[in-house]
């Protein structure tokens, strides 16, 4: 019995070794698990890939996905690796190539896990180890513009996207890796590099604001990869017991640390309104949303007693749905605060929010349709959730309807109206002042039809990651025009922007909604308060969109009624787009270019032309795209009118060279503009005909206005008459009015009266 024993322990420890010697020799080979903790666990799951794998070859969005993110990443493994020294700008070669390999890991992680092929694995690996090497070795970047410089790249902006990404990647090959190996990125690599971020840059890390949220998630995202709690937690929360300058700035002017507040749940509670309004703007929401979404996926995977989807009665899912009515009938974002033209939801982080918000939220068909034209997909289990609904063809249009987005953590703090009616789109900004991305521009508003510009916003003055443009950075003009308010269509009071473009105030204060109605399909209506822009004067603007069965296509009318404690003067300029048509004023071209001003935006805009209004009624059209415009205003004998062109003191030519015709009106206390945009008809160029390019409108009268009413006749070419009237005052959906103009009674119940 006892040498039985013997040799059963014998055999037994002969057995150990074996599989000691084994497991050794399969590390080395990097051919099996070291670890039995289940991974990838963070966005793709090990779930997720047994469920996709399954389903490969017969879910074409997803395959064609896989396909060409295999090419690419194909293409990456034959040029081989290069983690060069960093030393460039935005749009550099280093910082490019350090951007790209980000991608590239993440990507190469993903289709280890999908493919079950090694050589996507060792790709990783090998970077991950040269990136090791090169960290520990880096100082802070050579350049030194940015607020809270990085190593890897010139801003921890940058750092923190490549951990987002490069966290992905770890998670992937995750049981890839030996211990040792683990330990030695973790140890060398990830973790100085979360505490860069976050320790190291306070300035950066311990704030409400979008560079603050990829920070975060960054710090968060590598904490839930190695199961460290502390890194999750000062992600979530942010840095405890830390002592900052509340009054320190950013390089936008950002106030630090807001409130004392900072970390990932903070940067959910404070940016977004209840409807999922981003205070920022659809533009750097878009930006944002990326890592709000792919950390809360992370979290929801990994730490699901958070209910992080559910958190702010589910707002980030809300901000999905706000996000996409923040695009116009091409997908493209309206530019609102320091926003670029043409991002759209054809953009990455777009495909990211469609799928997340498909797969965790309520399934909406009509998001469907937004993948099926982005035609792409994720390549994980919320990729694969969309890829299932188009193949089961659960797909329904994405329809934009008139909507109301409030503005501020709690709803009330103003917002943005989008009006639509037919091909025409209308975007009314009322909200707070956006933090420091926000342009100095209350009551401003834009105007599309299907898509194309009619009357525009700016925007920013940025060229985005062109290194010869100030290394792809913001441009001064961006201050100096972008975000003054003469920049946009709204009044400017004695040649003064809003609040004196101070942000310090202008992000004390917000407009208001007056009210707000899309319930009939012939006539939406927006209306919003200012009253902080400019002391002692209040703004009322109400714009409406009205489908008239006597005019060709809906047609814009905007009321803009200003009460003030002193004469002022007011300027109100339209920034059209196109060739000037015709006028029913007098001008005179100028012969020699001037400035119109000296500051507020004003030195920007040259004069090429100048008149007077000579009638009750100024008109002015004009062609774009082949389709005619007209503006309809009421003006009064000295009202003043100025063709300008933005340019002005702009010697690197930074600055886009864009039309608006102004409106002046000096020496006004109370005061107030009224006009109309109308679309209408068309030009071929093949058969060199135009169809319906004159002006329907034959007058436009202010026929009273008072504290409490103000009333605009419309009188179109047929003679037909319709008389609009927007409550001042007591504008609720339930208050009776009565009231008499030109010995006729007019009583209704609600914000407006139009027949």
């Known amino acids: 019995m006892k040498n039985k024993i013997s040799i059963i322990t014998l055999l037994t420890v002969l057995f150990i070794v074996f599989s000691c010697k084994n497991e050794s020799d399969t590390n080395s080979n990097n051919t099996s698990q070291t670890t039995t903790e289940e991974h990838p666990k963070l966005i793709l799951t090990a779930q997720g890939v047994k469920d996709i794998r399954a389903q490969l070859g017969s879910i074409p969005i997803f395959d064609n996905t896989l396909q060409k993110v295999k090419e690419e990443i194909d293409a990456e493994i034959a040029s081989g690796i290069e983690v060069p020294i960093p030393k460039d700008y935005s749009g550099g070669y280093t910082h490019s190539r350090h951007k790209q390999n980000w991608f590239a890991l993440q990507k190469a992680g993903v289709l280890y896990q999908i493919l079950d092929d090694e050589k996507y694995a060792k790709y990783v690996k090998d970077m991950l180890m040269q990136y090791e090497a090169l960290y520990k070795t880096l100082p802070l970047h050579p350049k030194t513009r940015s607020y809270a ?32 190996e683990r330990n030695k990125l973790e140890t060398n690599l990830f973790r100085p590099f979360a505490d860069h971020i976050s320790v190291d840059s306070p300035q950066f890390y311990q704030r409400v604001h979008n560079h603050s949220t990829w920070g975060n998630a ?15 937690n000062r992600a979530l929360y942010g840095i405890k017991d830390l002592q900052l300058d509340t009054k320190a700035k950013d390089d936008d002017g950002g106030l630090l640390n807001k409130d004392g507040k900072a970390g990932f749940l903070a940067n959910i509670e404070e940016p977004f309104s209840p409807d999922g309004y981003y205070n920022e703007g659809p533009y750097y929401q878009r930006y944002a949303g990326y890592p709000f979404l792919i950390f809360a996926e992370g979290l929801h995977n990994v730490k699901p007693d958070l209910k992080i989807f559910e958190y702010k009665n589910g707002v980030l899912l809300k901000s999905i749905n706000a996000l996409l009515n923040l695009s116009d009938a091409d997908g493209d974002f309206f530019p609102l605060n320091d926003g670029q033209k043409g991002m759209s939801y054809y953009n990455s982080a777009l495909v990211t929010a469609v799928d997340i918000s498909y797969h965790y939220g309520d399934q909406a068909p009509g998001l469907l349709s937004i993948a099926e034209k982005q035609n792409e997909v994720l390549l994980d289990d919320s990729g694969l959730a969309v ?29 943005v109206g989008i009006l639509r009616n037919e091909d025409l789109e209308l975007v009314f900004k009322y909200a707070a002042q956006g933090s420091s991305h926000g342009h100095y521009d209350k009551l401003s508003y834009s105007l ?8 525009q916003d700016y925007g920013l003055a940025r060229f985005v990651n062109i290194e010869q443009k100030g290394g792809g950075n913001y441009l001064k003009e961006n201050k100096t025009w972008a975000k003054q308010t003469i920049a946009h269509n709204t009044v400017t009071q004695n040649e003064i922007s809003h609040f004196n473009g101070k942000y310090e105030v202008g992000s004390q204060h917000h407009s208001d909604l007056h009210y707000f109605a899309a319930e009939d399909e012939g006539i939406k209506i927006v209306s ?133 015709l102004l ?15 109308e679309s209408h008809g068309s030009y071929s160029p093949v058969s060199e005909s135009a169809q319906n390019s004159k002006s329907s409108i034959t007058t436009l009268k202010v026929v009273l206005d008072t504290d409490d009413y103000t009333a605009i006749s419309i009188t179109n070419v047929n003679g037909n008459t319709k008389l609009f009237i927007t409550v001042n005052k007591n504008a609720s959906k339930e208050a009776s009015h009565n009231l008499k103009i030109n010995d006729k009674n007019y009583e209704w119940s609600g914000s407006y009266y139009f027949k």
């Open 528 to 660: 919003a308060k200012e009253s902080n822009a400019y002391p002692g004067t209040e703004m009322l603007r109400t714009m409406v969109i009205i489908k008239d069965e006597d005019f060709e296509k809906p047609y814009l009318l905007d009321i803009m009624k200003i009460t003030s404690e002193k004469t002022n003067q007011y300027d109100f300029p339209y920034y059209y787009f196109g060739q000037v048509l015709q006028t029913n004023f007098d001008y005179k071209i100028s012969q020699i270019l001037k400035p119109l001003g000296s500051k507020n935006g004003y030195q920007h805009l040259f004069v090429e032309g100048s008149g007077k209004a000579k009638e009750d009624n100024t008109k002015f059209s004009w062609m774009n795209n082949y389709k005619f415009y007209t503006l309809t205003t009421a003006t009064k004998s000295n009202d003043e009118l100025m063709f300008t062109r933005i340019g002005a003191n702009d010697p690197e030519f930074n600055l886009r060279r864009d039309p608006a």
């Open 149 to 180: 410089r990085g190593k890897l790249f010139w801003q921890c902006l940058n750092d923190s996207n490549w951990l987002v990404y490069v966290s992905q990647a770890y998670d992937c090959v995750y049981n890839y890796l030996t211990a040792e």
């Open 663 to 677: 409106l002046r009106r000096k020496n006004a206390k109370n005061t107030i503009f009224v006009s109309t945009i």
């Open 448 to 455: 599309y039809e299907n898509g194309e510009e009619i009357i």
């Open 218 to 232: 960054a710090v968060g995202m590598i904490g839930l990869v190695m199961d460290d709690e502390e890194l999750v």
């Open 387 to 415: 890829a299932l609904g188009i193949k089961n063809g659960k797909t329904q249009p994405f329809t934009r309807k008139s909507i109301n987005l409030s503005d501020g953590p709690d709803g009330k703090q103003g917002g």
